[in-house]
């Protein structure tokens, strides 16, 4: 594909094109990149990545799947059944692999390797700001998500230790949900989230696909043989309203969003092409689609109308099947949260270096003492937030409303702006070569008219003396020359 020259003036902020840890920000777990060198601004210079295609498959899957697993349910419910909520999903379907293929594109042509960089260089300075912004709110608000479901799966598994299936509050002080929550923060995520380096994303990786397809077996193994105990609600079969419908689409947007993380994906391709990459999302998102589809359509089947936001909570707390499920839950978030905030925090350290003017920060001391203090803000921040607001509902229906920008409106304005900078390109380079046409095709008619005939050489020959027809033919050469 022809390179296209995009807007890519950092200068207006004053700072460096590599500040800080903005430029390893937002890699997908497994995604293994060499920073750029001078060598790859040009398609020769290009340094291939080492994912297969197979590989690239497998890194997607497992950036779209997560704990927006648990909503999917609540999401068909609210979209009014079965029908509607496949339909929903289907449709959608489209324009999230569209998105995906329209940033492999723009990152091929403004040769950049992370969302937010793409952004910045294909719209300019205010809309990479406001994607810079976007993303950090989006993964704070995820992190919250994730405290509020942690706190919801050890309910659960308290209440069963507690030998108090239906109820746990009422139990010790050290089995209260905010005791419980703050104590898991301090002594696994804060440790994890300080490091400037996240290595074990590889582990996070492996671990959160197995919790995914276990949480999904079975609650189809819970739908084809449901307890006895388990009454299910209501079963709609239409929605109520249209907006009834569009309601869910935060929902199946924070389940899809794959897409910050798939632009380094699609660079660490040994072979990043565009017609490749839209084979690689494509059969990502059927396999995300089938797992989804499958937790959704039996976890609503299951319980109806009655399914709670996290569907888990809806089944009984003495199942051990479910208990493994909650545990494996668990395990992944506690992962997840440190990579969500690395990405975050990122974010926050290149606006600031950016809007400082610093480039690349030397001083290890300072850069530590920085570092430490966002990770604390960040994490007591996230803490309080999850502790007074337990209704995961709330938190997804924010943060799917940000994960629909990265689907649809940033990689929209990220094509249209390409489109935009390759037609300038196109058009001057075409009028050029037409005028250098015209040019020529002028100066040959313009040196022939100047060009005596034969018939005027030889009555000139005849009519002047000897010595001037001489001088005569000697100035003619001369001009031609």
Same mark, same amino acid.
């Given at each position: 594909m022809a390179q296209v020259s995009i807007n890519s003036d950092?200068?207006?902020?004053?700072?460096?094109?590599? %500040?800080?840890?903005? /430029?390893? &920000? +937002?890699?997908? @777990?497994?995604?293994?990149?060499?920073?750029?060198?001078?060598?790859?601004?040009?398609?020769?210079?290009?340094?291939?990545?080492?994912?297969?295609?197979?590989?690239?498959?497998?890194?997607?899957?497992n %950036?779209?799947?997560? /704990?927006? &697993? +648990?909503?999917? @349910?609540?999401?068909?419910s609210t979209a009014g059944g079965v029908a509607a909520g496949v339909t929903l999903q289907m449709g959608m379907l489209v324009f999230i692999i569209s998105g995906l293929v329209i940033l492999?594109?723009?990152?091929?042509?403004?040769?950049?390797?992370?969302y937010q960089e793409v952004v910045w260089a294909v719209c300019g300075k205010l809309t990479g700001v406001l994607c810079e912004v976007a993303i950090a709110i989006y993964t704070f608000g995820t992190c919250i998500a994730f405290l509020i479901i942690i706190g919801d799966q050890q309910d659960k598994i308290i209440a069963v230790m507690a030998k108090d299936p239906e109820e746990a509050s009422g139990g010790p002080w050290y089995t209260d949900r905010k005791f419980t929550i703050s104590l898991t923060a301090f002594l696994f995520i804060l440790p994890l989230s300080i490091p400037r380096e996240i290595g074990f994303q590889k582990y996070a990786s492996f671990l959160s696909v197995v919790g995914t397809w276990y949480v999904t077996a079975i609650i189809i193994i819970k739908y084809i043989w449901p307890d006895k105990e388990m009454t299910p609600g209501d079963i709609l079969t239409r929605p109520a309203s249209w907006m009834a419908v569009f309601n869910a689409m935060p929902t199946i947007c924070f389940g899809f969003q794959c897409h910050v993380s798939s632009v380094p994906v699609f660079n660490s391709m040994r072979q990043p092409e565009v017609k490749t990459w839209g084979g690689v999302v494509t059969a990502a998102m059927v396999i995300a689609l089938a797992v989804y589809m499958g937790t959704g359509i039996c976890g609503f089947l299951t319980f109806g109308a009655a399914v709670d936001p996290d569907v888990l909570l809806s089944y009984p707390s003495e199942d051990m099947a479910v208990a493994v499920a909650r545990a494996f839950i668990i395990l992944s978030v506690l992962t997840s949260y440190?990579?969500?905030?690395?990405?975050?925090?990122a974010v926050v350290e290149g606006l600031w270096l950016r809007?400082?003017?610093?480039?690349?920060?030397?001083?290890?001391?300072?850069?530590?003492?920085?570092?430490?203090l966002q990770t604390l803000v960040w994490f007591l921040l996230t803490l309080l937030l999850a502790l007074f607001i337990p209704d995961i509902g709330k938190v997804i229906s924010v943060i799917g409303g940000l994960a629909a920008c990265f689907i649809f409106v940033f990689p929209g304005l990220c094509l249209i702006q390409a489109k935009l900078s390759e037609m300038e390109e196109v058009k001057p380079a075409r009028l050029d070569k037409l005028l250098r046409?015209?040019?020529?095709?002028?100066?040959?008619?313009?040196?022939?008219?100047?060009?005596?005939?034969?018939?005027?050489?030889?009555?000139?020959?005849?009519?002047?003396?000897?010595?001037?027809?001489?001088?005569?033919?000697?100035?003619?050469?001369?001009?031609?020359?």
């Open positions: 950092y200068s207006e902020w004053g700072s460096s094109t590599d %500040a800080g840890e903005r /430029a390893r &920000l +937002l890699q997908s @777990p497994c995604v293994d990149m060499a920073p750029k060198s001078e060598s790859e601004a040009s398609p020769e210079g290009l340094d291939r990545g080492t994912t297969s295609t197979l590989g690239a498959i497998f890194i997607v899957v %950036a779209c799947l997560g /704990a927006g &697993l +648990l909503n999917f @349910p609540a999401a068909f492999a594109y723009c990152s091929q042509a403004s040769n950049e390797r992370t440190p990579i969500l905030h690395f990405c975050g925090r809007y400082q003017g610093m480039p690349v920060e030397e001083d290890v001391g300072r850069e530590q003492r920085r570092r430490v046409l015209a040019s020529s095709r002028l100066s040959i008619l313009s040196t022939w008219d100047q060009c005596p005939t034969a018939p005027d050489i030889e009555s000139q020959a005849g009519l002047l003396p000897a010595r001037e027809y001489s001088a005569y033919q000697q100035l003619n050469l001369s001009s031609h020359s």
